[in-house]
């Protein structure tokens, strides 16, 4: 009898132990702090139009996680599917474009195009697939030279550009609303010891790259087509910035678009998460804090920024036409 009952307790002893041994390198939570996995992010990817990914820049598990995310969409929507990304410039979608079609080598787009120090790390592998598959890859961010000038004099100095370069931004005036979180903490991050007015165009700095990138987003969706755009997460947390563009594009028209935001973080331990995460996006990835970095964080100097007035500028353009099929070419690089 006491052998039957070893031979019994044989098996739960060593899941007990091989439990104890696995170190896993992330755990997925719903938005109100449920366990929940990748299958289910999965489900509800499939079931949305645009998909905000929001990384960590320089976590690997994120970029992981990407390409996985990305493949396993592909596998489900072909040619539906389309990239987007921060790390590429509106002015670099040509050489993407070049790139993806195959008509120019590897090193010349590498050397040509504006890439980020960790690209061949953690994009390379997107873009890669991205052009073995065939998939539509769109840069949506904000060339650095205009970012900047808005660092420098606020919106106002977007003025200057040429009406040939305004079609890599976002439409002027744009629109922006002071009291939001997201911007109201940046203000609040960089304000101690700063001038008040370069506070506030930091501020106004991240709301033009938001803007930017909801707006390219929003010109290369069309119904049936499903948007996965890679950003950090401060551009998409609490269901702000980036979004909070798309949704001002989308209440001037009748379409019904479904956007799932996907956030991540650290903690020290990953077993449940933080009450300060909660609500942060619809799924939020959760990994442990002393995980490997790919480079080192790029410091706060280095954020574009937004306005502190209380102020709103109203579009100028009227809504536009709810897109065909296949949405916007980019291939002229606007």
């Not at 590897?106 to 050397?111: I, L």
């Not at 903690?267 to 990953?270: F, R, V």
């Given at each position: 009898m006491k052998i039957k009952l070893l031979l019994l307790l044989l098996p739960f002893c060593l899941f007990l132990e091989n439990g104890r041994a696995e170190l896993?390198?992330?755990?997925?939570f719903t938005s109100k702090g449920k366990s929940t996995d990748y299958e289910d992010l999965l489900k509800a990817s499939k079931k949305s139009e645009i998909i905000?990914?929001?990384?960590?820049?320089?976590?690997?598990?994120?970029?992981w996680l990407e390409l996985r995310l990305a493949k396993d969409l592909y596998a489900a929507k072909k040619d539906r599917l389309v990239l987007g990304a921060e790390m590429f410039e509106r002015d670099n979608q040509l050489l993407l474009n070049e790139y993806l079609s195959k008509m120019i080598r590897?090193?010349?787009?590498?050397?040509e195009a504006?890439?980020?120090p960790n690209y061949k790390t953690d994009y390379a592998p997107i873009t890669d697939f991205a052009r073995e598959k065939n998939i539509k890859f769109i840069a949506t961010d904000i060339p650095r030279r205009y970012a900047a000038i808005v660092n420098m004099k606020g919106f106002s100095g977007l003025d200057s550009i040429n009406s040939a370069e305004r079609g890599l931004i976002a439409p002027l005036p744009i629109k922006y609303n002071p009291e939001l979180k997201c911007y109201k903490d940046i203000m609040s991050m960089i304000g101690d010891g700063m001038p008040a007015h370069m506070s506030e165009n930091i501020a106004k700095a991240q709301a033009i790259k938001d803007a930017t990138m909801g707006h390219f987003i929003m010109k290369n969706w069309a119904d049936s087509i499903v948007i996965l755009h890679f950003n950090g997460s401060y551009h998409s947390d609490d269901h702000l910035g980036i979004e909070w563009y798309l949704q001002e594009q989308i209440k001037k028209t009748d379409w019904v678009v479904r956007i799932l935001t996907i956030t991540t973080v650290e903690?020290?331990?990953?077993d449940n998460l933080d009450k300060e995460y909660l609500g942060k996006a619809d799924f939020i990835i959760c990994i442990p804090s002393d995980m490997t970095k790919t480079q080192p964080p790029e410091p706060v100097s280095a954020m574009p920024a937004m306005p502190a007035t209380s102020t709103e500028a109203k579009p100028s353009e009227k809504p536009a036409e709810k897109p065909a099929n296949g949405g916007d070419d980019d291939d002229d690089d606007d």
């Open positions: 896993p390198a992330y755990h997925i905000l990914f929001g990384e960590s820049h320089n976590n690997p598990i994120c970029h590897k090193k010349d787009f590498e050397a504006k890439l980020w903690q020290d331990t990953i």
